[in-house]
């Protein structure tokens, strides 16, 4: 039985660059969370869909950050242009329905932008 | 000050000793998590939880929703319990603790 599968585990790349994180939740699942997270900042939801809607983005930084999902096997999160500051490990996690039910993270992504 | 405070930040036990973690939060939530993440980086959600309490193996969460107050407890400890445990609450999105290391020494 597959879990949220994210991918790239690793992503090194420059700043100034554009950065696609992808993820696949869970089949049958319709909630769909985004995580960053950073030594001094710990765990943060940047954005939550439910049912591919978008409902909270405001944990998203700023412009340069887009979440997409356009059906409900597949989400993306965009940053353009990237910066130092962005790196972090970014997770992506899926639950049955909305924030109070267990939720089942993919193994993440680390990103450095150098 | 936080939403969501857990203490001990750090935590270091035997082989063999009763844990416990606790998280304190300061507003109105729908149920509140207990999440695990390994030295890998993994998290896998350990329980979730309105009200009372849940038992898996070893471990116990309780909540306390007049006081807002959670605890988890791992009874027996071993090494492989060593990681990060995080308390998160539901409100209309997640937010979370700062985290608690636990290192369980042979």
């Known amino acids: 039985d597959a879990g949220v599968i994210q991918s790239p585990r690793h992503e090194v790349t420059e700043m100034g660059q554009e950065v696609t994180l992808r993820c696949k939740p869970i089949?049958?699942?319709?909630?769909l969370f985004w995580y960053r997270q950073t030594m001094m900042r710990g765990l943060e939801l940047l954005i939550y869909?439910?049912?591919?809607?978008?409902?909270?983005d405001s944990g998203m930084p700023e412009d340069r950050f887009s979440a997409k999902m356009p059906n409900a096997s597949f989400s993306t999160l965009k940053i353009q242009p990237s910066e130092p500051r962005d790196s972090a490990v970014y997770f992506c996690?899926?639950?049955?329905?909305?924030?109070?039910?267990?939720?089942?993270f993919g193994d993440g992504t680390r990103l450095s932008i150098l | 000050k936080n939403e969501v405070e857990q203490s001990p930040q750090n935590l270091t036990a035997q082989e063999g000793e009763f844990i416990t973690i606790n998280c304190s939060y300061s507003?109105?939530?729908?149920?509140l998590h207990w999440l695990q993440q390994h030295p890998g980086g993994g998290i896998v959600s350990l329980f979730m939880?309105?009200?009372g309490k849940k038992k898996h193996g070893r471990l116990i969460a309780t909540i306390n929703i007049q006081e807002k107050h959670s605890s988890l407890h791992i009874t027996a400890s071993h090494p492989r319990d060593s990681a990060v445990y995080i308390c998160?609450?539901?409100?209309?999105?997640?937010?979370f603790g700062t985290g608690t290391l636990l290192a369980v020494q042979p």
């Open positions: 998160a609450v539901a409100t209309n999105k997640l937010i």
């Open positions: 089949s049958g699942h319709n909630s």
């Open positions: 507003v109105g939530i729908s149920a």
């Open positions: 939880l309105s009200s």
């Open positions: 996690a899926s639950s049955l329905q909305s924030v109070d039910q267990p939720q089942h």
């Open positions: 869909f439910n049912n591919n809607v978008p409902i909270d």
